[in-house]
């Protein structure tokens, strides 16, 4: 085309190999789109049931206790080895939530000692109170019986090696 008089000096063909082209082009994206939309949080959520399913997390009592200067929030915690194997080390997440659902703090678990299959333990886990944070001040303040907990695992290592873990 001769852009100063817009008449057409040649044939359509380079235009319509473009509009072909594009539309090639679209319809690879749509169906790559397609493809690597729907894998990767369908393999998260296998691979977290499989994790709730291997190591489960129970708060048994929740309190605060003073040491010196500092105040700590304590949580008595027992974990449990569904799984056939044993466990070496494993990381995940408690979520407090109250009766509406709101979320009112997150711990972070990092725990190192082995849990054989089928084995059972409980244990002491404590955080550092900040009375600025309102979801501190909301957990502390909060009866025991009107939370609810959350255990979200990410990282199970098994006692082979084998590990399974979230993105």
């Known amino acids: 085309m001769d852009l100063l008089t817009m008449k057409n000096s040649r044939p359509r063909r380079p235009l319509r190999k473009?509009?072909?082209?594009?539309?090639?082009?679209?319809?690879?994206?749509?169906?790559?789109?397609?493809?690597?939309?729907?894998?990767?949080?369908?393999?998260?959520?296998v691979r977290e049931q499989a994790?709730?399913?291997?190591?489960?997390?129970?708060?048994?009592?929740?309190?605060?206790?003073?040491?010196?200067?500092?105040t700590w929030m304590v949580?008595?915690?027992?974990?449990?080895?569904?799984?056939?194997?044993?466990?070496?080390?494993?990381?995940?997440?408690l979520v407090f939530r109250d009766v509406f659902d709101n979320e009112l703090v997150r711990?972070?678990?990092?725990?190192?000692?082995?849990l054989k299959s089928g084995e059972k333990r409980i244990t002491k886990r404590r955080w550092e109170f900040n009375q600025f944070i309102a979801g501190h001040v909301r957990w502390a303040?909060?009866?025991?019986?009107?939370?609810?907990?959350?255990?979200?695992?990410?990282?199970v290592m098994f006692a082979d090696g084998s590990i399974i873990h979230t993105n």
């Open 18 to 45: 473009l509009r072909l082209l594009n539309a090639s082009l679209l319809i690879t994206m749509a169906v790559l789109a397609s493809c690597s939309a729907g894998t990767p949080p369908q393999s998260n959520l």
């Open 51 to 70: 994790m709730k399913e291997a190591i489960t997390a129970t708060v048994l009592e929740q309190e605060m206790t003073q040491e010196s200067y500092q």
């Open 75 to 93: 949580c008595k915690i027992q974990f449990e080895n569904r799984s056939p194997q044993s466990i070496r080390v494993f990381q995940g997440t």
């Open 107 to 114: 711990f972070d678990l990092d725990e190192q000692d082995p």
């Open 141 to 155: 303040n909060a009866r025991q019986e009107n939370t609810k907990v959350e255990w979200i695992p990410r990282a």
